[in-house]
């Protein structure tokens, strides 16, 4: 499967746990982009990163959220002492080095359930 | 700050017939716009781009039309399927980033 890959696709924490997304981009794509959804909302920009660098995080809430794209490796999205309205599918999308048209292609989403 | 708005939460229409969704933007950096299709439980799905520098972009059985002035753009389906029953999300990229701003998105529902 050459697309997008995201793991886990659900996931149940308590509140209080750490919550781990990873996401695998598409072959030859070094730019990753996280964006949440929160049930009956649209999609919503979190952070954009390239491999070992955060080009932007200005979607990303201040505290107990963090994201890496390290050199080797899937990029996570770590979710500190989740809380209830921490409960959303969060989605990865890739591009190539440059994305002429702007396209993203993204993953099925990792469902959050917080407890 | 809404920069995308799509005003209008779903859309029914009748298999054959033309579906059309509209979004509204306020962003005057984009450059680019984009139509996602997402079904549920699955991640959204490009379906047809159009550059600013145009009006009207065609694929198939999707047209998107791009009113700069008004900034409004719109999708067109025709004839549209039961298999285009999907939540339809707006997005524009801005010049200076890569990012997507995605509007709210539009239920539409083809019915047999």
């Known amino acids: 499967n050459a697309g997008v890959m995201q793991n886990p696709r659900h996931l149940v924490r308590r509140r209080g746990q750490e919550a781990r997304l990873r996401c695998s981009p598409m072959?030859?794509?070094?730019?990753v982009y996280w964006y949440r959804q929160l049930p009956e909302e649209g999609l919503k920009f979190m952070v954009y990163?390239?491999?070992?660098?955060?080009?932007?995080e200005s979607g990303m809430p201040k505290e107990r959220f963090s994201a890496e794209f390290p050199k080797e490796g899937p990029s996570i999205l770590r979710i500190q002492q989740v809380v209830r309205g921490d409960s959303a599918a969060y989605f990865c999308a890739s591009s190539p080095t440059s994305a002429n048209t702007g396209e993203l292609f993204f993953g099925e989403g990792s469902r959050l359930t917080v407890l | 700050d809404q920069q995308v708005k799509q005003n209008s939460p779903s859309l029914s229409v009748q298999e054959g017939r033309i579906s059309i969704l509209n979004c509204d933007y306020t962003n005057s950096m984009f450059d680019y716009f984009l139509w996602y299709k997402k079904y549920p439980a699955e991640g959204p799905t490009f379906l047809i781009s159009?550059?600013?520098?145009?009006d009207k972009n065609e694929d198939g059985r999707f047209t998107v039309f791009l009113n700069k002035s008004a900034k409004h753009l719109s999708l067109h389906i025709v004839p549209s399927q039961p298999g285009d029953s999907a939540v339809y999300f707006c997005a524009g990229r801005e010049t200076s980033g890569s990012r997507l701003t995605f509007g709210e998105g539009t239920q539409l529902t083809v019915n047999p």
């Open positions: 990163l390239q491999k070992e660098n955060i080009i932007d």
């Open positions: 159009i550059s600013s520098i145009k």
């Open positions: 072959k030859g794509h070094s730019h």
